[in-house]
């Protein structure tokens, strides 16, 4: 492809192309996306109670997790390398390890900015681990509905494991205005650059993930153009999708195979959407109280009007 921008692996450029941005994406990943971290990204990390973070398992499987500290847990010594002095609880299947990739997310809900990170794991010792970076690049800020955090003593929850969704979980979807979603570029697909995981955010009013028949329906707004997550779910199918409780600090864990319905009936009756996530249920983990953090009531994000 003439012009083609490296940035972008094939299943994002094939997405850009799809959705006729392709000549307008062309050049803009060299342009926004970097190869080390830029002063104010190397602050903003360092000023947040809590990291997003998207692994992959030794099967393969995505997931998107969280971790918890006093601001300044996560630093960034120098701006190609980000260091986090945390690590996930027993259960939390965060996959840690010298030379996994990781996507990275710092998100500050009540200022609605959010940066992304992807990189790759230089050092894990007894306190935390260090990522070396790949990509960094700032986020679009719609649907983050606004909340603040404050800390709360954290509680060694016991990790509770399904092959379906129980009640509970039902509920937790079905409430949620929010979640996190890891997807991976698999290796081996000859690209220049090395993409691996990745994690973004997802936000919408309760009730917009729809559960029905042990499976997931989620509707997918209009962004950045730049279809990360799309990108690897061309190409992957194998998602993970986390749900924090705001009010108990539960961490709700789906591992889902997806499908992306492009249109139809299905699609327009959903306002706002532009496609629809079809995600079928491979196993479910839940964290109860395991995150250390609480957050008040939400002001609704003023991009969600009309969905």
């Not at 490296?6 to 342009?31: K, N, Q, W």
């Not at 300044?72 to 986090?84: H, K």
Request: charge should be neutral; proline fraction near 6%.
């Amino acid at each position: 492809m003439s012009g083609t921008d490296d940035s972008f692996h094939r299943g994002e450029r094939a997405l850009h192309e799809r959705m006729g941005v392709g000549a307008r994406m062309a050049g803009v990943g060299r342009i926004a996306i970097r190869d080390f971290m830029p002063d104010q990204h190397r602050e903003f990390f360092a000023q947040l109670p809590f990291l997003v973070v998207g692994s992959v398992d030794g099967e393969g499987q995505p997931w998107a997790s969280v971790l918890a500290g006093p601001p300044g847990f996560v630093s960034a010594p120098e701006s190609r390398l980000l260091e986090v002095r945390a690590l996930p609880m027993a259960g939390d299947p965060l996959a840690l390890a010298v030379g996994r990739q990781l996507g990275l997310l710092g998100i500050e809900p009540h200022t609605r900015r959010r940066n992304r990170m992807n990189g790759t794991v230089e050092s894990v010792s007894a306190v935390g681990f260090s990522v070396r970076v790949q990509q960094s690049f700032g986020n679009c800020p719609k649907y983050i509905q606004a909340r603040k955090p404050e800390f709360v003593p954290r509680v060694a929850g016991v990790a509770s494991r399904f092959s379906v969704l129980d009640a509970d979980a039902v509920r937790a979807l079905r409430s949620a205005d929010t979640f996190f979603i890891a997807s991976a570029y698999p290796a081996g697909e000859g690209d220049s650059r090395a993409h691996g995981a990745d994690v973004s955010h997802r936000g919408g009013n309760p009730g917009f993930i729809r559960v029905e028949d042990g499976m997931l329906r989620i509707p997918d707004y209009v962004g950045n153009n730049y279809f990360n997550t799309l990108g690897n779910l061309a190409v992957n199918p194998r998602s993970g999708v986390l749900v924090v409780d705001f009010a108990s600090g539960d961490l709700l864990f789906v591992a889902v195979t997806v499908e992306i319905l492009w249109s139809g009936a299905e699609v327009d009756a959903v306002p706002g959407a532009k496609r629809l996530l079809v995600m079928r249920v491979a196993g479910v983990i839940r964290l109860a109280g395991a995150l250390g953090l609480r957050w008040g009531e939400a002001e609704v994000s003023p991009f969600l009007a009309g969905t």
